[in-house]
Structures are given as structure tokens and as C-alpha cells.
Nanobody
Framework: VQLQASGGGLVQAGGSLRLSCAAS????????MGWFRQAPGKEREFVAV????????NYADSVKGRFTISRDNAKNTVFLQMNSLKPEDTAVYYC????????????????WGQGTQVTVSS
């Protein structure tokens, strides 16, 4: 699976962004999809994950209630809607694919996209 993340940018605090991750290659609908982020000088951290059919979602406490993960299996795409953005959300955001396992652990993901920069100004 090849993953291509997009949609990052510069936004003011309180604003919104929608990230997209387009997948190509093997069957997208067989993969649970996650979003992670890495801020400068910090380790990569889990943000959200969605199950293969979208019935199960899990979020980091820091984004719960503000971010929403979704997917469109017909378009081989997973989304991350980010609302009420805060400066501490500034990071490079990565999408990742995991074969039939919902997990928050980055080392358990099989494929990774290249990352898209999100910068939230105060």
C-alpha cells in the first residue's frame, strides 16, 4: 500500500483543517487506518485510528472532541477533520495502514505516508 497525505497548512488557533490520505496498491478496505503526528523535538504520537469499515474509532485524549477520523473505501481515502485547532497541534501528520488490527502503537503499522505539515499560530 502506498499512502499520500495532503491537506496540511498554516491556520490560526481555533481554525480547522481537513487532512486526506489517498491509498493505492493493495486492498485499502482490508487495512485499519491511523493518523500520527510528530512535533519538533518530540516523539511521534498517536492521534486517531479507524477500523476497516469505519465502525470503530479511537482517539488520543488530546484531540478527542476536536478531531474526527473517517474513511471512504470507494475512494481509497482516509480523512482527519481537525477543528478548534491549538498551537500544540502543530506537527507533521502522518497516515499509516495496519492490516486488520486496530492499534495505537506506531510500530505495529505496516505502511506510512510521507507526512503533511500542520502549523497552528496563536
Amino acid at each position: 500500500v502506498q499512502l499520500q497525505a495532503s491537506g496540511g497548512g498554516l491556520v490560526q488557533a481555533g481554525g480547522s483543517l481537513r487532512l486526506s490520505c489517498a491509498a493505492s496498491g493493495r486492498s485499502f478496505s482490508s487495512y485499519d487506518m491511523g493518523w500520527f503526528r510528530q512535533a519538533p523535538g518530540k516523539e511521534r504520537e498517536f492521534v486517531a485510528v479507524i477500523s476497516v469499515r469505519g465502525g470503530v474509532e479511537n482517539y488520543a485524549d488530546s484531540v478527542k472532541g476536536r478531531f474526527t477520523i473517517s474513511r471512504d473505501n470507494a475512494k481509497n481515502t482516509v480523512f482527519l477533520q481537525m477543528n478548534s485547532l491549538k498551537p500544540e497541534d502543530t506537527a507533521v501528520y502522518y497516515c499509516a495502514a495496519n492490516y486488520l488490527k486496530i492499534t495505537t502503537r506506531d510500530y505495529e503499522y505496516d505502511f506510512w505516508g510521507q507526512g503533511t505539515q500542520v502549523t497552528v499560530s496563536s
